[in-house]
């Protein structure tokens, strides 16, 4: 009986900071990507609103009870009101009591415009991505898609091989990146199995999937019928050692996690000769 042969080698996903280092941060804060840049995050992940004037912030929530204990609405505020709120003590809300630990910098927890954060990536000393989800329904509808393609075209980031995708639920929302700027990559994000057969009807060719972790345990099929699709697969959110190694079974293209740290050194702990090309941006559909 002959012996079996080698397993194939597992595919290594590019590594992407959820909202930042957010385990272990405020989400969304310029502290917390920092912190992903400071572990090795290969790419960062936000989400974006637009202000009342005008600007892009990264905020998931349409309000700011969860992380500013305010009741105010993104949309209907202004950038120079949300600087002043503490976007960060709600994580760690003890804090004040622990003599050891390191003084606040108030700067890396207010709320972090995408601009900043753009401005972060180009000027770190490595090549980093940014994923950038644009949050529906909202009062400016397709202004935010305008907003951030007119955003990225100022760093030069709207071209092939750009650092940037734009991600979205709403594929109206990409279909209007994709009129603007053709060639940015475009990420169709999944929240349940059961909208995939209306999903792969819209979809564009090119298009990234990204579906939730939890579809694809609790879905088998569903993650099979992704794997085939021929399309690229963006995953999150990722922060175990099992989910990590599902993704890798079923060849995605990158996973974006709470820890990111965590997840690459679970990676460098498999050994070299994964079968990633770190040369080039992921995206492209094979």
């Known amino acids: 009986m002959s012996e079996p042969g080698p397993a194939a080698p597992r595919v290594r996903p590019q590594v992407l900071a959820h909202r930042g280092a957010s385990f272990d941060h405020a989400e969304h804060t310029l502290g917390a990507y920092l912190a992903a840049l400071d572990d090795g995050a290969e790419g960062l992940e936000c989400d974006v609103r637009l202000t009342a004037d005008g600007h892009l912030v ?3 929530d349409r309000d700011l009870r969860r992380i500013a204990s305010n009741r105010g609405i993104v949309s209907t505020m202004e950038l120079a009101e949300l600087a002043e709120l503490d976007v960060a003590a709600w994580k760690h809300p003890w804090a004040d009591l622990d003599d050891e630990r ?3 910098d108030e700067q890396l927890d207010t709320v972090l415009t995408l601009r900043k954060l753009c401005e972060v990536v180009a ?3 490595r090549r980093v991505e940014i994923a950038i989800e644009t949050k529906h329904p909202t009062r400016y509808g397709g202004l935010v898609e305008r907003r951030v393609v ?3 075209d100022d760093f030069g980031w709207t071209h092939a091989g750009s650092p940037a995708r734009v991600m ?3 594929y109206t929302a990409l279909q209007r990146v994709e009129r603007m700027a053709p060639d940015l990559r475009l990420v169709m994000l999944v929240e349940h199995a059961r909208t995939w057969p209306m999903l792969s009807r819209v979809v564009g060719r090119d298009w990234i999937l990204g579906p939730g972790i939890a579809e694809l345990r609790e ?3 569903f993650a099979e019928r992704l794997r085939r699709s021929g ?3 963006h995953v999150w ?3 175990t050692a099992e989910d990590l190694a599902l993704c890798q079974e079923l060849g995605v293209r990158a996973v974006i996690s709470d820890r990111p740290g965590h997840v690459l050194g679970l990676l460098a702990a498999q050994g070299s000769g994964d079968g990633h090309a770190d040369a080039g941006p992921v995206g492209s559909v094979h």
Do not use: A, E, M, Q
């Open 231 to 233: 399309h690229d697969l």
């Open 219 to 221: 879905h088998p099929r």
């Open 150 to 152: 007119d955003l990225l």
């Open 237 to 239: 959110t990722v922060n």
């Open 58 to 60: 990264c905020v998931h």
């Open 102 to 104: 390191p003084d606040r």
């Open 168 to 170: 979205s639920f709403s």
């Open 123 to 125: 000027d770190y000393d």
